[in-house]
Structure formats: structure tokens, C-alpha cells
């Protein structure tokens, strides 16, 4: 699937993003993602969500996934991730789903934050992307979600009702 500009906002974005099919298999990852596990995008695409969490956070993993299947969304789940390099780290997951045309549910946009990493100026950094990206969709629905195509759409509404989630959160009260 070709970029559209509503998913060029999380090519370098500051958190982590991926975006996985009903199965948990990786499609799509930014730069930060990458770099946060050690890995090259390439070696990342096409992998089960389960390559990048230790075997004794499976059954988090596993129960983040029963919760998404039962709500369409995860929220501040805290579950330990495994670098390439074999150390882990605490991340907080947050998903929101995406569905087709059909209202059947084709996958999701998960953001992970390092809580290692979470401190007041990374969260400021954060809230000010999450306002500029859910303004930066605002002004592409205006200029040109009208000659989208079908998935375009569909990409552009699971990113945006991501960003609307993340603006909700309060990381100052996670942190």
C-alpha cells in the first residue's frame, strides 16, 4: 500500500507506531518503532507481534489482543518488549482498530510509548505532535479526502480516530 499523506505524519513521528492485520502480523512501522526495537523496517514487516515481546509476556500480549477483538480498542497496557539486542522495556500500548468497507475489523494502529522514556518533556513533545497531526488530517479531509480512494479513506479514518485517542490520554497521570 502507497503512503497517503495522512500516514506520512507517523513516518518520523516521535512514538512508536505500527499497524498490524487481525492476525498480529506487522504491515507497516515507522522509523521510531524500528530504531526503539533495533531493527531494520524490512526485518519488522511480515513478523508476528509476538517477535517483539519476551515469552513471559505472551499471555499480556495475547489478552491486549482478546481485549482489542472484544472492544476495538487497547488502552494504556502495560507490557514488557524485547529488542533485537535481547533487552526489553516497559511499554505502554495503546490501539485503536481498523475496519473495511464492510465494518469487519482488518487490523489496528498501535502506538507504544517506552516508559523508560516518559518524562514531562517527551510527553509535551508528544501532545503537541498528537495536536499537530490530528490538525495536519483535519486540513487533508478539507484539501483532499474527497478524491481519495476507498482505502485511502479507510486509512485516513483509522488514523484519524487514533490521534483522537491519543489527544484523550493523560500521560502526565501514567508517567
Known amino acids: 500500500m502507497s503512503q497517503t499523506e495522512a ?24 522509523s521510531t518503532y524500528a530504531s526503539g526495537l533495533g531493527y ?11 517477535e517483539h515481546v519476551p515469552k513471559e509476556a505472551w499471555n499480556e500480549m495475547n489478552d491486549s489482543l482478546k481485549t482489542w477483538f472484544e472492544t476495538g480498542k487497547v488502552t ?21 482498530s481498523l475496519f473495511d468497507e464492510n465494518k469487519n475489523l482488518i487490523g489496528s494502529n498501535t502506538v507504544i510509548f517506552d516508559l523508560s522514556k516518559l518524562n514531562d518533556e517527551r510527553i509535551t513533545e508528544y501532545e503537541e505532535f498528537f495536536k499537530e497531526s490530528n490538525n495536519r488530517l483535519e486540513k487533508i479531509k478539507e484539501k483532499e479526502y474527497h478524491q481519495f480512494d476507498k482505502n485511502s479513506k479507510l486509512e485516513y479514518q483509522g488514523l484519524k480516530k487514533m490521534f483522537e485517542m491519543l489527544l484523550s490520554i493523560n500521560l502526565h497521570k501514567l508517567n
Open 7 to 30: 500516514r506520512k505524519t507517523l513516518k518520523d513521528a516521535p512514538v512508536m507506531w505500527r499497524r498490524i492485520n487481525s492476525i498480529g502480523i506487522i504491515l507497516d512501522c515507522n
Open 40 to 50: 531494520a523496517k524490512s526485518e519488522i514487516i511480515g513478523k508476528p507481534i509476538f
Open 76 to 96: 494504556d497496557r502495560k507490557i514488557t518488549f524485547k529488542k533485537q539486542d535481547g533487552s526489553t522495556f516497559d511499554g505502554l500500548l495503546q490501539a485503536t
